[in-house]
């Protein structure tokens, strides 16, 4: 059946989800094909109680849920979804045959189901599904669909509903007890509490320093090639048979672990150096092995989320957007995957390739499977892959800046999967002496040689671990055999210290999710980023980092609801998901269990028939949130630092608290900074921000006003103001606000004087008129210090020109032609090297808001405690880095003014019908924009509802 047979058929409405996905399909059909995109989902539990109907009250206004009648949902149509609906019905009256064409996963089949419920269609409806937007896979899906898949449709119900139970009875709990407006999630909390326990491993760490010695060994052969060196490096192994401690010898506490290890200090390593000066070598033992490192799988979702963090820098939303992209424009196969495998269209497409780009030689000769790693795998389609049953190398595709990145790692990935092992040998060579002391000595070198590189040519997995080595790195050692005389060239002791765990980056905290089974691979890139958004977790770098505020919420989950936040709970959880998916097990009893809790008798919505097992792991969240009285608001937010100091996290951020000696009289508080990572909030640091100088200092009283006048530390630095007398409106017509200014650089809170302050807070300072009687002024504005005429202002050289420019200086100044355009750029203030991500040099300069660090491409501006002079290359890149990882800053729509109207009365016929038509367009435009405005009104009321995944 030809999908442009329209005289069978008749006119098909084909609804997607996007309107990307709508055009590129639209290509691909014939002209009796409709298609039109739903713009995600059109239909959606209420976001606010405004939203349900007036026939529900009390707890179901509430939820939108109805947890007494069987969990039933209450469904609205959001808001900015109305007009789209309508349209979509419209497009169904012409229409005789309705096709679904949302993603083939839950979310697209509960998409699909919306459809129809609210469509109503009365013409026959067909699910069409496709894992790939091309000509050939389009009319497949036309020419053989399916019906609606109600299992999957249950299934993401059962998941909304109880996403929604969570959130909207743990997050109240949250803004009781903690902070307002704070989220709680079955997966989200989940991640949070991860971030969390690495962190707190990081501040129970205790540094060990430990040494050894590295040595370079010369064999006494001039070297014929690169292939036998003429010398090696080797590390000391043993000594005496015990084996030299290193890193993974010790605990967290600091303390070596092993009894059969040599732990050397700095006197033994220099000693034990100074021991061995004359010592003869021999080679002790040699030891080879075959080498052979098989493809990597072709990428499912998670994988080339971490893939994209490790190479491209991409964090995982940013690499479902690219992705999302690349699949709507018919690029790559579908990017929401559990899978590994490829079809044989695929395999048969990445062989031929294999040939033509790397020869016969690099293709086995069966081709490659790969079988899924991922527990309950939902999805029904291949791995990530090229789309087509012929794959376009990047270069082929036209793409560019990060489809363009993405699209060559998917293909190369795709491409390497269906290629020969890379082989080799790894060769261990064991060197040894006696020192002068009567001393044995070992030293331990490994090679490796990759002979036939296969796959390693075409692509080469990258790591977490920045100091780990890559599958494709070669060791080459020389040719010795046992016995072969060495002589030591260098013996240097070297110290090395234990690191702490590192922190989750994107990519690592998705494996880990992965590994522990908790929640969907599908959802770990919007998990992540609310996490984010919800200030429990900043950047820096790469790492993540949670913030003060997380340890209170996770505190508080822990301690009382502390199966909601228990990784094998939140496992066994989405185990039952996945039964109730596969029609093992009934939504509705399973929804009571983990509600309600324990039912009495196991008629109704026993353990058996919610189908869990034992059901022991569910019971009872309604019961958990009800009672709150034991829990105590202050302790949960506090963390003695040792007996006396207190971090506290407050309902305006977190900050420490020393308890005063004299009964009965406050103690002192100091805010801590926003971005400070907490395993770096010691004594030592929070004892420094106490006997810094806080809150407000009375500097004396405006001799003019009366008014006290007072030196603050803001949120945009120090600053000075005056306190209005009592009673002095704050709001309406009558509204006083009082008297601010920055203090000048020069300045500082401790040595700011009643007298600056006054001179402060008589700027902007009228410095004259000119010969028109236009004022100028002198005013101190966010660029510096500049004179101000009219609308035309001019910069100062320095800030004291504020208070002692003269209006013969100024007319001076403005006598002069205004500079247009840049000044030239100024040289440098220092040359740090090229950035490991976009590998351009990066330098230190001088802007207006002070020294930054650029590549030419993103600028950082150094923090409070960088140095110009002090500030290193790894430093400057992680700036960088964390700029890169913030985005582009967003900018404000301006809203465009509406055309005014034409007063000239058209003569002709024809224009007068294309006037009409414009005018038509413009009402149009503007019914448009006002519901855009509308939508955008409902979204952001939305955003105050409690996160629920």
Do not use: C
Not at 314 to 326: D, E, I, N, P
């Amino acid at each position: 059946m030809s999908p442009s047979s329209e005289t069978a058929h008749g006119k098909r409405l084909v609804i997607v989800e996007s309107p990307a996905k709508a055009k590129t399909i639209k290509g691909y059909l014939g002209p009796g094909y409709i298609v039109e995109a739903s713009v995600g989902h059109i239909r959606d539990l209420p976001g606010t109680a405004a939203e349900v109907p007036d026939q529900y009250t009390g707890e179901v206004r509430r939820l939108g849920v109805d947890v007494d009648h069987d969990f039933a949902p209450i469904y609205v149509v959001n808001a900015d979804k109305k007009s789209q609906v309508s349209k979509l019905k419209a497009l169904l009256k012409e229409s005789d045959e309705l096709f679904l064409a949302t993603d083939e996963d839950r979310e697209g089949e509960a998409i699909a189901w919306h459809l129809q419920e609210v469509l109503k269609p009365k013409v026959p409806v067909k699910r069409m599904v496709f894992h790939e937007i091309t000509k050939a896979a389009i009319q497949e899906a036309v020419a053989n669909p399916r019906e609606l898949n109600q299992r999957l449709v249950d299934a993401q119900e059962t998941r909304r509903i109880l996403d929604r139970l969570y959130g909207y009875e743990v997050s109240p709990v949250l803004w009781k007890k903690v902070m307002p407006k704070l989220s709680a999630g079955r997966v989200q909390s989940v991640a949070t509490r991860l971030v969390v326990e690495r962190e707190r491993e990081r501040i129970a760490f205790r540094t060990a320093s430990y040494w050894d010695l590295t040595g370079t060994f010369g064999t006494g052969r001039t070297a014929a090639d690169a292939a036998n060196p003429e010398s090696f490096g080797a590390r000391l192994s043993t000594v005496d048979g015990k084996r030299i401690a290193s890193g993974r010898d010790f605990g967290s506490d600091g303390r070596i672990k092993g009894a059969n290890t040599l732990h050397l200090d700095e006197t033994a390593a220099r000693a034990l150096a100074a021991a061995l000066e004359q010592t003869a070598f021999t080679v002790r033992s040699v030891e080879s092995k075959p080498y052979r490192r098989s493809p990597y799988a072709p990428f499912r979702t998670t994988t080339l989320q971490q893939e994209a963090s490790r190479k491209l820098g991409f964090g995982a939303k940013r690499t479902m957007q690219v992705a999302q992209k690349l699949y709507e424009n018919g690029f790559i196969t579908y990017m929401r995957t559990d899978s590994t495998t490829l079809s044989e269209t695929a395999i048969t497409a990445a062989r031929t390739q294999v040939t033509q780009l790397y020869g016969a030689d690099y293709l086995p000769d069966a081709p490659r499977t790969y079988a899924s790693k991922v527990k309950n795998a939902q999805e029904a389609h291949e791995a990530i892959r090229p789309s087509g049953d012929r794959f376009r190398t990047p270069a082929e595709t036209g793409l560019s800046s990060d489809e363009f990145r993405l699209y060559e790692l998917i293909w190369m990935r795709t491409v390497a999967s269906q290629m020969k092992d890379a082989v080799g040998k790894s060769v261990t060579v064991k060197v040894g002496g006696r020192a002068a002391t009567g001393q044995d000595v070992e030293f331990s070198a490994s090679g490796k040689i990759i002979t036939f590189h296969g796959f390693l040519k075409a692509y080469v997995e990258g790591a977490d671990d920045p100091n780990a080595e890559l599958d494709d790195r070669e060791r080459r050692l020389p040719q010795v055999t046992e016995g072969d005389a060495l002589a030591a060239e260098q013996l240097n002791p070297e110290g090395h210290s234990t690191k702490p765990p590192a922190r989750y980056t994107e990519a690592s905290l998705v494996k880990e999710l992965e590994d522990r089974e908790i929640g969907r691979p599908s959802t770990y890139a919007s998990i992540i980023d609310t996490i984010i958004n919800r200030k429990y977790v900043f950047k820096k770098g790469t790492a993540l980092v949670p913030s003060f505020l997380s340890f209170a919420v996770v505190n508080l989950l822990e301690k009382h609801f502390g199966r909601l936040v228990d990784y094998d709970f939140t496992a066994r959880m989405e185990d039952d998901l996945d039964r109730i998916a596969a029609g093992e097990a009934q939504s509705v009893p399973w929804l009571k269990r983990f509600y309600f809790g324990g039912v009495e008798g196991a008629a109704e919505g026993g353990a058996a028939e919610a189908g869990n097992g034992d059901g022991d792991h569910l019971g009872g969240l309604k019961e958990l949130v009800t009672d709150l009285g034991a829990i105590d608001a202050r302790e949960i937010s506090s963390f003695p630092l040792n007996d006396e100091i207190t971090l506290r996290v407050g309902r305006y951020g977190p900050y420490v608290e020393k308890a005063s000696q004299v009964e009965g009289e406050p103690g002192q508080r100091a805010d801590i900074p926003d971005e400070l990572p907490p395993d770096e909030l010691t004594v030592e640091l929070a004892e420094e921000l106490l006997a810094k100088p806080s809150g407000d200092f009375e500097l004396g009283k405006d001799p003019e006003s009366g008014n006290m006048l007072v030196a603050k530390d803001g949120r945009y630095g120090p600053y000075v103001t005056e306190i209005l007398p009592e009673g002095t409106p704050k709001t309406g017509k009558n509204a006083v606000k009082p008297r601010t200014a920055s203090l000048l650089k020069t300045m500082s809170l401790d040595t700011v004087t009643l007298a600056d302050a006054l001179r402060l807070l008589s700027l902007p300072r009228v410095v004259g008129t000119d010969a028109e009687g236009v004022e100028i002024t002198a005013q101190n504005g966010r660029y510096g210090p500049y004179l101000k005429k009219g609308t035309d202002s001019r910069s100062l050289t320095d800030e004291e020109q504020m208070f002692t420019v003269t209006i013969e200086e100024a007319l001076a100044i403005y006598a002069q032609p205004k500079q247009r355009g840049r000044a030239a750029a100024a040289p440098p203030l220092k040359e740090l090297g090229n950035d490991p991500v976009s590998e351009r040099p990066v330098v230190v300069k001088d802007g207006r808001f002070g020294p930054y660090v650029t590549d030419g491409e993103t600028n950082a501006t150094l923090r409070k405690d960088d140095d110009v002079e002090t500030i290193t290359p790894e430093r400057g890149y992680e700036l960088l880095a964390e700029k890169r990882a913030r985005g582009p800053v967003k900018k404000k729509a301006v809203a465009k003014k509406a055309p005014a109207k034409k007063t000239t009365t058209a003569k002709k016929a024809a224009p007068a019908k294309k006037a009409a038509a414009k005018k038509v367009a413009a009402k149009k435009t503007t019914a448009t924009a006002a519901k855009k405005t509308t939508a955008k009104k409902v979204a952001a009321k939305k955003t105050a509802a409690p996160d629920e995944s």
